[in-house]
């Protein structure tokens, strides 16, 4: 079984690496320190499992995890983070992952490992338990898509609704704050609306 590792962390990546090639049943082919890097991996060694973390510059496991997939839908892409976020976990479901994962929970990365390889999805306990309020907050992004309006941005438009500024956005998300209000223009382009305070009461009135 053909595994690649993607950690930001390479202190993490080697103790990763050294912990799978004790069983015999995997090879890891390789390992990388960036989404990008993730990306550019995946297409040479098409690994049977893509073991990733999710917080990485310049590019994120999650946008990684996105890009891969829409080139290979068969891709398997086990996440392992240590952030428990309700985002990330959505995000996780959404574009397609195999399976999410805490990195404290280490006795379980090979079981998961192998769970994913033969097919199954993978998602740790406290991961399982949020899933029924997930699912629904989930759910409240459908009514966006018709306005043409992507996952980032929908994004975007929920933290403004939670009251985030600019910079606690980027911040949360990991872009800069110039992107961040180049997709807020654009945001107010497609939905016909002035201002931030618009944006939040337009969510809140389309939600289900």
């Known amino acids: 079984m053909k595994v690649?590792?993607?950690d930001d962390d390479k202190l993490v990546c080697s103790s990763l690496k050294i912990i799978l090639s004790a069983d015999k049943e995997i090879?890891?082919?390789?390992?990388?320190?960036?989404?990008?890097?993730?990306?550019?991996?995946?297409?040479?060694?098409?690994p049977d499992v893509l073991l990733m973390d999710i917080r990485m510059e310049p590019m994120s496991g999650l946008e990684a995890g996105e890009i891969i997939l829409k080139e290979y839908p068969e891709a398997k892409i086990l996440y392992l983070t240590t952030f428990l976020d309700d985002d990330?976990?959505?995000?996780?479901?959404?574009?397609?992952?195999?399976?999410?994962?805490?990195?404290?929970?280490?006795?379980?990365?090979i079981p998961s490992i192998k769970a994913v390889a033969a097919g199954q999805n993978v998602y740790g306990n406290e991961i399982i338990?949020?899933?029924?309020?997930?699912?629904s907050k989930a759910d409240k992004s459908v009514n966006f898509e018709r306005y043409?309006?992507?996952?980032?941005?929908?994004?975007?438009?929920?933290?403004?609704a939670d009251g985030l500024s600019n910079k606690e956005i980027s911040e949360t998300l990991f872009l800069s704050?110039?992107?961040?209000?180049?997709?807020?223009?654009?945001?107010?382009?497609?939905?016909?609306?002035?201002?931030?305070?618009?944006?939040?009461?337009f969510y809140y009135k389309n939600i289900d």
């Open 88 to 109: 990330y976990i959505i995000k996780a479901l959404n574009i397609g992952a195999k399976g999410y994962m805490l990195k404290q929970n280490y006795e379980s990365i």
């Open 148 to 160: 043409g309006i992507s996952e980032r941005e929908f994004e975007i438009i929920t933290k403004i």
């Open 27 to 46: 090879e890891v082919v390789g390992s990388g320190n960036s989404g990008m890097e993730g990306v550019t991996l995946y297409r040479k060694f098409l």
């Open 177 to 201: 704050e110039g992107t961040i209000r180049n997709n807020i223009s654009t945001i107010l382009e497609k939905l016909n609306l002035r201002d931030r305070t618009q944006i939040a009461i």
């Open 129 to 135: 338990t949020k899933l029924p309020n997930l699912m």
């Open 4 to 6: 690649l590792l993607v």
